[in-house]
C-alpha cells in the first residue's frame, strides 16, 4: 500500500514557534509594543487547551478514516481504518468491550451509561451520571476515536474524580492509553505526535500506579 504523509505538519509547526515566541515576549517587560500579547486569563488557557486536544484527535481521526501505511518521521506506522458505529446499541456494546479491557488494569472501573444526545452535533461525557452521549444523526459523532474520547473522560473522572482539567494531561494520558490498547500502539504513537505538536501536555509520571 502506498504510504501516505500527514497533511498540515508545516502549519502545526508554525503554531508551536508562533507560541513559543509569544512566551518569550511575554517575559520582556520592557517592551511596550501593541503587538505584545495579553497574559492569557485561566479560562482563557483552558479553552485553548480544549480547542488543540480537538485539533490533534480530528487530525488523527481524519488519518484514522483512510487507514493504511503513514509516512512518520521516516518511518512507516499501518494505521488501522477506525470504526464507525450505526447506532447506539453499537456504541454501547463498544463501551462496554473497552471497559472490558480497562477493568484489567482497573478492577473497580465501572461502565458508563450510553445515550442519544439529541439536538446537537457534538458527543459529551456527563460527570455527574457517568453518561457518554452521543448524537447518532451525525456521523463525525459515530466514530471509534470520538467514542474513546468520551470514554477516556470516563477512566480520567474514575481516577482523578473533579481533581483535575476536563481536558488537562491526566485526561490525555488516558486517552493515549486507550488509544494504545485498543486501536493499537501506531495510532497512539500518531495521536502523541499530534498532541505534542499542538503543545497539549500529556501526564507523563504515575500513569500506570
Ligand atoms: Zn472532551
Redesign the pocket.
Known amino acids: 500500500m502506498k504510504p501516505v504523509t500527514l497533511m498540515g505538519r508545516e502549519r502545526l509547526y508554525c503554531a508551536f514557534s508562533t507560541r513559543g515566541s509569544s512566551l518569550f515576549r511575554l517575559g520582556t517587560e520592557s517592551r511596550q509594543d501593541s503587538d505584545v500579547p495579553p497574559i492569557p486569563k485561566p479560562h482563557d488557557q483552558a479553552d485553548r487547551m480544549r480547542s488543540n486536544v480537538y485539533k490533534a484527535e480530528d487530525q488523527f481521526s481524519a488519518v484514522c478514516n483512510r487507514g493504511g501505511l503513514v509516512d512518520f518521521f521516516g518511518s512507516h506506522i499501518d494505521i488501522p481504518i477506525q470504526r464507525r458505529f450505526g447506532d447506539i446499541d453499537s456504541v454501547r456494546g463498544y463501551v462496554e468491550s473497552v471497559i472490558g479491557l480497562m477493568v484489567e488494569k482497573y478492577p473497580k472501573l465501572t461502565t458508563p451509561r450510553v445515550r442519544v444526545r439529541k439536538g446537537s452535533t457534538r458527543a459529551h461525557?456527563e460527570f455527574s451520571t457517568n453518561t457518554i452521549a452521543i448524537p447518532i444523526g451525525d456521523q463525525w459523532a459515530l466514530r471509534e476515536s470520538v467514542v474513546l474520547?468520551e470514554c477516556a473522560?470516563h477512566v480520567t473522572w474514575f481516577r482523578y474524580k473533579a481533581n483535575v482539567a476536563?481536558?488537562g494531561s491526566e485526561f490525555t494520558a488516558c486517552m493515549l492509553e486507550l488509544v494504545g490498547r485498543i486501536m493499537g500502539e501506531g495510532p497512539a504513537l500518531l495521536l502523541r505526535a499530534g498532541y505534542q505538536e499542538l503543545g497539549v501536555p500529556v501526564m507523563t509520571t504515575g500513569v500506570d500506579s
Do not use: A, E, R, S
Request: aromatic share 20%.
Open positions: 461525557y474520547h473522560h476536563p481536558h
